[in-house]
């Protein structure tokens, strides 16, 4: 089995409006999974009902993350349990710098992983950690004093979203069009940041709209997302032809872009 | 006088050891008033402190004063506070002392409790102690009395300083500048006296601690700042009360003259039970060149109303008003600031940051006033309320009132509720839903905290996580 295995899930909005509807997925460490599809077709609803947004309901289906169902738990137990989702637009929070607010995330998950007893990580550990992984994602030092997303351009947004992932060292991560707004220099940084991460203790789903990432994200897997299902699967080569041929080709009849996105 | 009255002030005008009017309640003070208030409670209390003739005069005209004023119709609901039901003197020892140890057991738990002793050996360069209407303990750092600061408790300043004093007390705030600054110059006791002579940069913060215990209290501390030429001290003041069902009252006045390049800061921690009504008088004129700065944290009470206050009297001198204010379940916040630009080229900067959860109502309410004649004033006067739920309130009165033309003003005001996408974002880290909404919150009052010494900055946030938690009284 699978770390993490989707079944026929369904996610609607709080009016009803079913977005995603039925999609199976299972997805292990070391594993890269791209998800490709054309805007609204409900790929970034998938993301966030996966990290459990509290707007979209699972109506139908399953998400069972290292052989234990998680679709009751909130975003917090999620992330506790190795779940992350890099954020297509991530939120600013004025007043907390990037060190204080990863210094408390990694605490939260060390708590949760601790029985619920707080276990602190030490200072040093934390700074040598943090340099560490800055340097090595390009993250410019005086990003880690400043207000977490506040004024931070779309190529600092995103930075700051993979160093979180290295920080926190999920087991599975969801990256929800992380590519979009960034120059090449930015999305070879974060895309070396993903290829460095995945391995024994991570998986990666990459959720895209273009194929650029992919040149340097070489996905295991590719899947196809329309009208909120997996409508065809297979390896790096199907991105390929998605990009020479268009969704078009892949869209069967009657399934539209669909609502939502 | 009535024979109630009578007994009421009876206890006060004896030797100590007929203190107790009421020996059930006060079993454990040196001396306790009778509740309610008159012209006998105030000469008693002046007889008992032994005072000169003229503080003796000014609590009566103080206390006419009072009478003569109305509540005040704006702000909070005063209407419930039950004057008659309020004790004016508590004496709690027999006599200040400068050693902990020398407290009586249960005074000093108390203490403990609050972490004062520690602190003083980690951080502080004097402590001031009071405990309902005296100041129990006093001790400045022996270099700093070397080099002439006094930091004494009111009361004994009248007596070591009676000139300075008299020179000062009431000036800045006039006995009849509102009713609750009347009711304070009637029968205060306690607060703190500082004079830093020219030139003493004192580095380390001296702080006052004041505490409520008994049920019904009325604390009514004084204090006055002196802060000479080139001198500079920080000041900070925190407070606390258990709860009880029924209502306590703090009136406290606060005077500050800050002189040539001098720099003064005030720092509150405000952190009364949710049975203490706060409403306190709060002003300090800075001359030439000299700075003055608030920061003005307030967690606790039922009712504040609070607005420090800054007249810049001299060219050039700076204004800097930071207000924090936290309105939970059952409180009510009244905070702000006022600044007067008086002189020419005076510069102000206020920045107030009100929170509002549970039903609480928070909100600013500011003076900007700059004379006519006062050219070359700038002043920048930001508001930002934060509204945590349905339940809960914030409003904002930012009076500007111009009477010169060339001068720089700015205002900006913002009202924000913690948003679901900001929750879930923080949420998706692995933190609790609690743990990020007081994320968000610290991060919103940050621009204040940063501004306090590491212990204090520790402690607000601390006391804003318990707001969050509702675990706060």
């Known amino acids: 089995m699978a770390l993490l295995e989707i079944t026929n899930l369904h996610v609607a909005l709080e009016d009803g409006t079913e977005i995603v509807k039925g999609v199976d997925l299972a997805l292990d460490t070391n594993e890269k999974h791209a998800i490709m599809g054309p805007n609204g077709s409900g790929k970034s609803t998938f993301a966030y009902a996966l990290m459990g947004h509290p707007a979209y309901e699972i109506t139908e289906g399953d998400i069972v993350l290292d052989g234990e169902s998680i679709v009751e738990l909130g975003a917090d137990e999620r992330a506790q349990r190795g779940l992350f989702l890099a954020f297509q637009y991530p939120h600013a929070i004025p007043g907390v710098t990037v060190t204080s607010f990863l210094r408390s995330a990694i605490n939260a998950k060390r708590k949760a992983a601790n029985g619920g007893e707080e276990n602190p990580v030490a200072v040093k550990e934390f700074r040598t950690d943090l340099l560490a992984a800055m340097e090595h994602l390009k993250v410019p030092r005086e990003l880690a004093q400043r207000y977490l997303n506040d004024g931070f351009s779309g190529g600092e947004k995103k930075r700051v979203e993979i160093l979180q992932m290295a920080m926190l060292k999920p087991r599975i991560a969801i990256l929800d069009e992380t590519d979009s707004g960034l120059d090449i220099d930015a999305l070879r940084i974060v895309a070396e940041g993903v290829n460095a991460l995945v391995g024994a203790d991570m998986g990666a789903l990459v959720i895209t709209h273009y194929q650029r990432i992919l040149n340097y994200v070489t996905p295991d897997h590719v899947h196809v997302f329309a009208g909120g299902r997996i409508v065809a699967s297979g390896g790096a080569e199907l991105a390929h032809r998605l990009e020479a041929e268009g969704y078009e080709a892949f869209i069967p009849a009657g399934v539209g872009g669909g609502e939502g996105s | ?391 809960s309130r914030s409003d904002t009165y930012p009076y500007i009132d111009v009477k010169e033309n060339d001068v720089d003003l700015g205002h900006e005001a913002t009202v924000s509720k913690i948003g679901e996408e900001q929750l879930f974002y923080l949420m998706s880290r692995g933190l609790s839903e609690a743990e990020a909404s007081a994320m968000i919150v610290a991060g919103f009052v940050e621009p204040i905290t940063k501004e306090l010494p590491l212990e204090y900055a520790v402690e607000m946030n601390r006391l804003i996580q318990l707001q969050m938690e509702g675990s706060v009284g």
């Not at chain 2, 407290?103 to 951080?123: M, N, R």
């Not at chain 2, 100041?135 to 300075?164: N, T």
């Not at chain 2, 003005?296 to 607005?307: A, C, E, I, P, V």
């Open chain 2, 1 to 391: 006088m009535s024979t109630a009255e009578n007994d009421l002030v009876q206890g006060i005008r004896n030797e100590y050891k007929y203190g107790f009017s009421n020996p059930d309640e006060a079993k454990d003070y040196f001396f306790k008033s009778g509740r309610g208030l008159s012209h006998e409670v105030v000469e008693a209390i002046s007889q008992h402190k032994n005072e000169p003739e003229w503080m003796r005069a000014f609590r009566h005209k103080s206390l006419d004063y009072f009478y003569a004023r109305p509540l005040p119709t704006w702000g909070g609901n005063l209407a419930e506070i039950d004057f008659d039901n309020i004790y004016y003197y508590i004496r709690p020892t027999e006599k200040q002392v400068d050693r902990w140890e020398d407290l009586p057991a249960e005074i000093l738990d108390t203490w403990d409790k609050l972490g004062i002793p520690q602190a003083e050996k980690k951080y502080l360069a004097g402590v001031g102690a009071q405990y309902e209407s005296e100041v129990v303990y006093h001790k400045l750092q022996a270099d700093l009395e070397a080099k002439g600061v006094i930091f004494l408790d009111m009361d004994s300043a009248l007596r070591d300083h009676e000139d300075i004093v008299k020179q000062y007390m009431g000036t800045i705030i006039p006995q009849n500048d509102n009713k609750f600054a009347a009711l304070n110059s009637a029968v205060w006791s306690g607060g703190s006296f500082i004079y830093v002579p020219p030139g003493v940069s004192i580095e380390m913060p001296l702080q006052a601690y004041f505490r409520i215990n008994a049920e019904n209290m009325g604390q009514f501390e004084r204090t006055l700042i002196i802060v000479d030429e080139d001198a500079y001290v920080h000041y900070v003041e925190g407070c606390t009360a258990p709860i009880y069902s029924s209502d306590s009252l703090h009136s406290a006045v606060v005077e500050i003259v800050v002189k040539p390049r001098g720099r003064c800061r005030y720092t509150t921690i405000q952190n009364w039970s949710n049975n203490v009504y706060n409403l306190v008088t709060k002003r300090a004129v800075a001359y030439e060149d000299a700075t003055m700065e608030w920061v003005d944290g307030n967690l606790g009470s039922k009712l504040t109303m609070k607005y420090p206050a800054i007249w810049l009297m001299g060219e050039r001198a700076h204004g800097e008003v930071l207000s924090i204010a936290f309105a939970g379940k059952g409180q009510h916040q009244d905070a702000g600031g006022k600044v007067v630009h008086v002189a020419k080229n005076t510069t102000s900067v206020i920045t107030s940051k009100s929170i509002s959860k549970d039903g609480g109502r928070g909100g600013y309410r500011g003076l900007l006033e700059v004379a006519k004649g006062a050219s070359g004033s700038k002043s920048k006067v930001v508001c930002d309320a934060l509204i945590l739920d349905e339940d």
